[in-house]
């Protein structure tokens, strides 16, 4: 309990880091990663597309050249380029072709299919790289003063619309890419608190804190490229919030750049002082104001991991099972549900046939011939490992649980991060496929998982593309779950958008009218925000109507996002 | 997880309750609790007590006589009383003397001293009781349409002057009490949810809970008559909240009045749909509107409860052992440090002499002469409990704590509601006593304690009062803890009030400076809301204005309170 003062952290802030280090693209254009890392099917993968979906038989479409790609002409005024340059240096505003493509679309569905097609529908007129907190409050003043609207620009993984480069009724529209706040800022080991610029991305975040024998156990899908600053204002869960709790549960403190001026919330382990303000900085996707800095509850870096797989003989078994697991204070870290489609699924695309089919053999002669696939992963010292594994383990199986050891369980991990690369392959092969999740009460799951995957199958069967819809619960909370489904369907060449929009109307309706939440972690953005009244209702929208209007008078920031949305790609 | 319908509560609504039932005060007038439950003090505390403070030799001041309370005459206008009439029954809006002074203070110490002298410096003009929520949107409908201010009241327990029944600029005030809405309105097992009308009080709540098996786990000192709405309302922790976790973590979905129209939250256990709506009510002390329903995160009822004692030399040592315990995923879910001057008041008050000179004796013979003591409290299964103290046990032991069995945890249980009723005692004896409370991360805990402690020293030194400041830690978190004062001091008769306000001043202005919060549970009402701009900064409270302009446009919500709060008294 001494007096202590604030760690200094090494890190210095990288101010000096080269314009060219900081705009070089993350990602490829036109999809998830880098060029070199793909994802091919495994034969078996190739053949299930064929027979169930009736897929895989077009010829392959790949994108178009960056090229061809159709860029409206950049539009900042002089005026608003000058104050730009002057609040960043001009060599942090770019009009460059491949910096705005890059800039023009998160990752979802019909962003990579406009990508693809070298349409997408808007592109920034510029991209401004701030280099500090006080730096993003000056591109603030000079796009509200010019009339500019502005994008705040993480790892562009948005897979809602959150990013899309909308001008609303403003003369130009620029993305603030914060790649440059992507420091350790402070460090308080003795509280377990530790700030980072928002640029920060996962794995850039995981090393400075790993170089203290540190975690934040902060690991969603999108963890290779996505970024602090983006996890907070999305209200972001990871693979492993069950045991690590989600960002809202992590955000300890915030600073918020806004044209009306700064807000630091005071870093208090818990109070009594009125409303809490960072819960409604948590979440607010851009629309209030860029997060520049969050102190991020962190700790000691696991010694052991261990992911393990069990089976259930059926999807509500293995719901109740997890149920019964969080209850009870014996969650294990992650804990994933896989329903009885993903399970078939995912034993398809694992390349290693011959265990594959040991286990198909084995299950089958168990009784979980059809069954769920379960995932427990258990991270900390060796014996809290140790005997939490025990408990667990003690409960699954009075559940009815099959434990299959850790081979699954580490091919899981292995592929963890997988999932976004594989769309690309199946775009290319004309397979449509997205996610969405939800999340509700335990009493309230089954009926809700029927719904939403009915809802699908009935609005792509109409359509003569019949889906495969499969489900997993991936976040337990003491109340209820979430649910998150993958479908995928054959192609409407030159209807894919159309196709994706009956489809996600339909899902989305189920939801609401199945008491789920319209996202339990991808956020609002552009496509979600037309159920955001029926999920809030209409005086919470007000609520934050009002807010913006306070911090953000001339409603530049992030516009068509969140609160007052615009049209669904497709409708 | 299948579909079970939300079990049906077999609670009924209490629209029958007799007037006169819910209308019988809860407290005494003056002070807290019931008479006859009266707390008088051990020889050794008096000794103490004169010795220490100076104080006990001036003659008892007992409260005056009912009859002798200054009232100032009711100024409801009559087209007012009609509308009220009208909302929730002629027999439900109370006017006369002992329920509008029941009405007229919180049990603040400045409330206390004003109320004892018959002199409270405001009373409501009527006091209506609706029975359901719609009877609450009526009667803020009514109170809006004819200008009279609103204070929420539940168990009228506030020692911030939240219930304080202020006008404004308002015509004239009513408290609106939620006692007829206590019912279990909703009861979903399997998802562990009840749901409670706000003026369920802490007995009434476990009562109703236990009858199903389960409890909330939630108990301020204020427990036996304080309220699910007022929790709510200010964001309150208690006694075991280290373990079942804040009222603001318990919450998962509420039911909320305003002049604008009701707002009701969807009940979903996570969600990413922007802000945290919730986490705008919690907290919103009655100045938004009115918490009608709450549901609540609850738990199977322990099967049982340990409270064991330890010693530790020093309080950072204590302090020290904590944060261990906590970061460590090893605390109990009843945790108090003492510091030495607590723990020695502790040891004097006990009744019994006996045991306590032989505690003595050990200690200091262990070195602990003038240690700190300090409570671990485990409730659950049996086994559990049991795993979970060895656990402890081996942490404490490893970081100087000395073990001292269950006779002074026991002890503690036994007493965990009792100090408010020694208030009046000491009051009665010429002793000013106040609590206050705070929080900051664990590496300026032992700045920030000596701080505050100086700074009442100081104050009340200056004015010839030397005051006994003491100090526990209660609620533990990864990153810091809570700290909360007692000080006592010998009352400056006909100066109570000025006295009062240069400690409290001295003692906010230090946890501001010193990186606290103003509050940790206690919540803002009026007392603190002169420091809530310092903690939050001015564009928070612009939200917070902005919410009410939308929620309370006329701004007949509990005015004075939290945002624009009155001058405090003594001022």
Known sequence: MSATPRDAAPASRDRGRSADAAAAPRMRWWGWGVDGHDAPLPPAAEALLRSELGAGDAPRADPVALEEV??????????????????????????DRLTRITHAAGRSYPDLVALRAGTPPAAPDAVVYPGTSDEVLAVL????????????????????????????AHSAVVAVDLARLDSLV????????????????????EAALGAHGLTLGHFPQSFEFCTVGGWVATRSAGQASTGYGRIDELVAGLKVATPAGEIATRLVPATAAGPDLRQLLVGSEGALGIITEATLRVRPRPAERRYEAW???????????LRTLEQGGQAPDVARLSDEAETRLMLTMASDGAAKRLGAVYLGARGHGGGCLMICGFEGEPARVRS???????????????????????AWERGRFHGPYLRDELLARGVMVDTLETSTTWSNLGTLYGAVGDALRSALGARGTPPLVMCHVSHLYATGASLYFT????????????QWHAAKVAASDA????????THHHAVGRDHARWLESEVGPLWLDLLRAAKARLDPQGIMNPGKLIDGAALPGA
Do not use: N
């Open 311 to 321: 089976s259930f003989r059926g999807f509500p078994e293995g719901a109740d099972a």
């Open 388 to 410: 939490r594994r025990h408990a667990a383990a003690t409960v699954l199986r009075a559940t009815g649980g099959l434990p299959l050891g850790t081979r699954p369980g580490a």
């Open 70 to 95: 159709v860029l409206p002409a950049p539009d900042l005024a002089g005026g608003a380029r000058a104050a730009l340059a002057a609040a960043v240096g001009p060599e942090h505003v770019r009009e």
């Open 141 to 168: 003043a000079s796009c509200a003063e010019h009339d500019v609207a502005v994008v705040p620009f993480g790892g562009g993984t948005s897979v809602t619309g959150g990013v899309e480069p909308l001008r609303g």
């Open 487 to 498: 479908f995928l369907a054959r192609q409407e060449r030159g209807a894919e958008l159309a």
């Open 511 to 518: 939801i609401l009218a199945g008491g789920g939440t319209i």
């Open 186 to 205: 402070a460090l308080d080991h003795r509280s377990q608190l530790a700030t980072f610029g928002a640029g920060a991305t996962g794995p850039g975040l």
